[in-house]
């Protein structure tokens, strides 16, 4: 099932380097938990909460972009390091930014995200650093 759950967080990042959310990746009762060192950090519940604060964030950015730039499987979880970039609307100044994403996956749907600052956060919370 690991390598299968691999291939759907691929899949879903696919729509999200095309700035979509696809709201049948995600089970009903889906927890996106934004980084907790972050001043707004919050946990968001639903599809349509993560859909609102996805879209929020990339509000302030001007020609956004972003990648999935490695993706591990760690069983019933897949640990996705990305980055984004632009240029803020306000500033015109570029932005550029990493960060990594464990999305824990049951039958087939992502039922929890949780955002980490670096890789090796991500790692350790799986059990695979060191």
């Known amino acids: 099932m690991s390598r299968e759950n691999v291939e759907i ?12 959310v696809p709201p049948d990746a995600f089970a009903n009762d889906v927890e ?5 060192d ?3 950090s919050e946990t968001c519940k639903g599809v349509k909460a993560i859909q609102q604060m996805l879209a ?6 001007v020609d956004p972009g972003l990648a999935a730039e490695e993706l591990i499987d760690a069983g019933e979880r897949v640990v996705v390091r990305w980055r984004g970039w632009g240029r803020g609307r306000a500033s ?6 990493r960060e990594t994403h464990i999305y824990e996956l ?3 749907k992502v039922v929890a995200v949780r ?16």
């Open 106 to 108: 049951r039958n087939g």
């Open 56 to 61: 929020v964030g990339w509000e302030n950015v």
């Open 115 to 130: 955002e980490y600052r670096s890789w090796e956060q991500a790692l350790t919370a799986v059990g695979l650093a060191g």
């Open 92 to 97: 015109g100044l570029p932005v550029d930014w």
């Open 38 to 40: 972050m001043p707004d």
């Open 9 to 20: 967080v691929r899949a879903l990042w696919s729509a999200f380097e095309r700035f979509e």
């Open 32 to 36: 996106w938990n934004t980084a907790a």
